[in-house]
């Protein structure tokens, strides 16, 4: 019986978000990218790309513990602006309302989404929409994916009136900015930002983005994972680190340090070996030590 329950409760969200997606879709910001319809992640990377060069200040952040800060009391308030209908307004508030118990005490919960729900990205991007409305207003440059926005400004006096802003509005909110991903700095000395490195020679894959695939290789490799199953993923994410965008080069690392190609790189290729297993890897290497970085990364494996 639960799990038909479950079943049921997962239609009815569902149905819901579809519902909610038609009416809230025209009010919320086309510079919300994480929406149906906007470009996705490589739209924003794109917006952030094509425009990089008209600005000399960035200012990037994002929320700490987005859906667990979310207010169920203003996000309700926020749906009500826009939904008229009862029916879906009480399914709204049902969505919002949990409790935990301890033996005999429940405790309601009045703050936090729930992840895996098909709502909460709908409800993340309306919960921001005051954000959204203040960066238009003030005629910022600004993109946002879900909780994660960066503000690109020309002068010292545009990026601090955006932040300070941007302070207020999530003061309202009730919610605060991640110490850890929290940023100000020039353009010139580059960025990172959903997985790519923006700068002005150019855009590449992030560190992090290519550490997570080295991570990846890694783990597949220690559950005895088939050559073809290997070369396979590598080759499905060098496809997508490279659609979307014009041209994207990829970064190594080692030794702690950061080694960032040239705009135009020299071409290679390389082997990554596994005991008897070669992998191809569309790399570009431009220099006999950025290949001995590449080496090291995957040298400590057993074989």
């Not at 086309?30 to 996705?40: K, V």
């Not at 409790?99 to 098909?118: A, K, M, N, T």
């Not at 993340?124 to 440059?141: E, Q, S, V």
Request: proline letters at 5%; aromatic letters at 12%.
């Amino acid at each position: 019986m639960p799990k038909i329950i479950n079943q049921a409760i997962a239609l009815v969200l569902k149905a819901l978000a579809i519902v909610l997606q038609e009416v809230l879709q025209p009010h919320l910001s086309p510079r919300c990218f994480h929406l149906a319809g906007t470009g996705g992640l490589k739209g924003a990377v794109r917006e952030v790309d094509a425009h990089l060069q008209e600005f000399e200040f960035v200012f990037r952040t994002d929320v700490k513990g987005y859906y667990a800060s979310i207010d169920h009391d203003i996000l309700f308030s926020q749906v009500a602006e826009f939904v008229s209908d009862p029916v879906v307004k009480d399914l709204v508030r049902q969505y919002l309302q949990r409790f935990v118990s301890d033996g005999d005490v429940y405790v309601d919960i009045e703050r936090w989404i729930s992840l895996g729900c098909p709502l909460s990205p709908l409800m993340g991007a309306l919960y921001l929409k005051p954000l959204d409305d203040k960066m238009a207003a003030m005629g910022c440059f600004y993109v946002r994916y879900m909780d994660d926005w960066l503000v690109l400004a020309p002068t010292r006096w545009a990026l601090r009136r955006a932040i300070k802003a941007t302070n207020q509005v999530m003061a309202d909110l009730k919610v605060e900015k991640h110490p850890d991903k929290t940023f100000i700095r020039r353009v010139a000395k580059g960025f990172g930002f959903l997985g790519y490195l923006f700068s002005p020679r150019g855009l590449a894959v992030a560190v992090v983005t290519v550490e997570r695939f080295f991570e990846r290789v890694r783990r597949l490799y220690e559950q005895n994972a088939t050559a073809s199953r290997i070369e396979e993923y590598a080759r499905r994410w060098l496809i997508w680190v490279r659609s979307g965008v014009e041209r994207v080069e990829l970064h190594l690392v080692g030794d702690g340090a950061i080694s960032p190609f040239p705009c135009d790189p020299v071409d290679s290729c390389f082997y990554f070996e596994y005991s008897t297993v070669y992998f191809l890897l569309s790399l570009s290497i431009h220099s006999p030590h950025e290949l001995s970085i590449a080496h090291q990364l995957f040298n400590p494996l057993p074989l």
